[in-house]
């Protein structure tokens, strides 16, 4: 398999739902592609900037390449990302902030952004929504029928 897709996100998934969404759409993907994920350590205590600011020196930390899923970002429809994923393949990152969004400098230092939604989504939710369009991608583009 020579596609990889790294996800960085903040914070355990505490939703027993929602981990049983990713642990779906994991299953799902792996005949496609290698998916890794890095779970970069949530901020407790203290004000939302010093919680935004110590999240955002945590996954700048891991100096890699990444995309950031960002309100802010363009929205692609289900076919432009598959697309988006067929052009920037075999290795992609995307990395999601924390319940208080991310800092000035983990967007700046994005290669790119994308939103998937421009409706205001948990952190949490953000994770398995993305997992699913990742796996409607690798559908689309191996024309497997899960997208109409």
């Known amino acids: 398999m020579s596609i990889k897709i790294h996800l960085i996100w903040v914070g355990k998934t505490k939703e027993p739902f929602i981990r049983e ?16 994920v890095t779970e970069v350590r949530e901020e407790k205590g203290g004000n939302t900037a010093m919680t935004v600011e110590r999240e955002g020196e945590r996954i700048q930390k891991l100096k890699v390449p990444y995309v950031l899923l960002d309100e802010g970002g363009p929205d692609l429809s289900s076919l432009e990302f598959a697309e988006y994923i067929r052009r920037h393949s075999p290795r992609m990152t995307f990395v999601m902030g924390g319940a208080y969004g991310v800092t000035e400098g983990v ?26 369009q990742l796996y409607r991608a690798f559908s689309i583009i191996n024309k497997k029928g899960y997208h109409h």
């Open 21 to 36: 969404g990713i642990e779906k759409y994991l299953r799902l993907l792996g005949p496609y592609a290698e998916v890794t």
């Open 107 to 132: 967007r700046t230092g994005a290669q790119g952004m994308l939103a998937l939604s421009r409706m205001t989504l948990t952190h949490e939710m953000v994770r398995v929504l993305l997992l699913e």
